[in-house]
């Protein structure tokens, strides 16, 4: 079995439970080097995890003889440069989500990719989760007939961040770092779900607002769009709803019934049919990258696929890009 030796360009907030720690649970994979522009912080993060080795520059990282596959945990406007980087250096390349922060970026991607026949996954970790699974189980197993909608829709209050200083505010709040607003940073979950479970996107129009003046990106934003199959949907985001607004939800419309589940908050599972109302709940495993992780592993030892190339996630961007009116 071939062991996987990794590096992670960047280790922050996402690496800390969401993925870092899974790369170290699954059998022929192990964490060996971690790099942060932030020497102390790239240190910390090696001490904390036994990783024996760290840097502050990425170049350094991809170099290192002991790392023969990389994760890149950085802000989305550097994913294409680090990912091509370490596909020329013949390593294959996980990368945090969404691919990159616009579609040309994504495109560039899967030509390095398919010159160099080094692989590019994509963190789109939810395709994998048991509760999406049985989400797609209940539509493939026709429970509420022909789907003939699909409507998202996600409303939140704005956070405390979201009131700092255009030079403190997050970097998901700078579209030149992060490709827009929390809509480039949500939406992508959001939106590569529906394509797994109905196909790809081949319209998409929107309509993009700053409404409370909280920070210069996006805050609302409506949107419809069409499936390869003619299935059509409708989205809409809020960041700066009220709190008695609140919702995470994506509802499914058939011509049987409709179900209804949350993206974020993994709420019970809602099949109404008429038979009448079934909440369905789904544990999600500790570590919520995990299943995907060692699907990504799999593949690399050459013992299963996974999904999640940069090719299937290449849609999500072409879709927000086009909602967002970029093109």
């Not at 970097?171 to 480039?184: H, M, N, S, V």
């Amino acid at each position: 079995m071939k062991l996987l030796r990794w590096g992670f360009i960047g280790c922050g907030e996402v690496t800390e439970k969401k993925s870092g720690p899974a790369f170290n649970e699954v059998e022929g994979s192990k964490i060996v080097a971690v790099m942060s522009r932030n020497g102390d912080k790239a240190r910390s993060y090696a001490e904390r995890h036994n990783v024996k080795k760290w840097y502050t520059d990425a170049q350094e990282l991809i170099d290192d003889p002991d790392v023969n596959a990389v994760y890149i945990a950085t802000p989305p406007s550097s994913h294409a440069t680090f990912a091509i980087m370490a596909m020329r250096a013949g390593k294959p390349v996980y990368v945090e989500k969404p691919l990159a922060s616009n579609y040309d970026d994504c495109a560039r991607v899967n030509r390095v990719s398919e010159q160099t026949g080094v692989p590019c996954f994509v963190a789109y970790y939810r395709r994998y989760l048991p509760y999406f699974k049985k989400v797609k189980d209940i539509i493939r197993q026709n429970k509420i007939g022909d789907v003939a909608n699909v409507q998202v829709r996600f409303s939140c209050p704005p956070r405390d961040l979201d009131y700092s200083s255009a030079a403190t505010l997050p970097w998901r709040l700078q579209p030149d770092i992060a490709g827009g607003g929390y809509f480039y940073d949500l939406a992508p979950h959001q939106l590569d779900l529906l394509q797994d479970l109905f196909g790809v996107i081949t319209e998409a129009e929107g309509m993009c607002a700053n409404r409370a003046g909280l920070y210069s990106a996006e805050d609302s934003v409506s949107a419809c769009f069409r499936f390869e199959s003619g299935l059509p949907g409708s989205g809409s985001w809020c960041f700066v709803g009220h709190k008695s607004a609140e919702e995470d939800v994506i509802e499914v419309i058939g011509t049987k019934g409709k179900l209804c589940f949350s993206v974020f908050h993994y709420t019970p599972i809602e099949l109404v049919t008429s038979d009448g109302t079934e909440n369905i709940t789904v544990p999600n495993p500790p570590y919520v990258q995990l299943p995907l992780i060692k699907a990504v592993i799999e593949d690399l030892q050459g013992i299963g696929a996974c999904s999640c190339t940069s090719v299937s996630a290449t849609p999500v961007n072409w879709v927000m890009d086009r909602i967002l009116g970029k093109f």
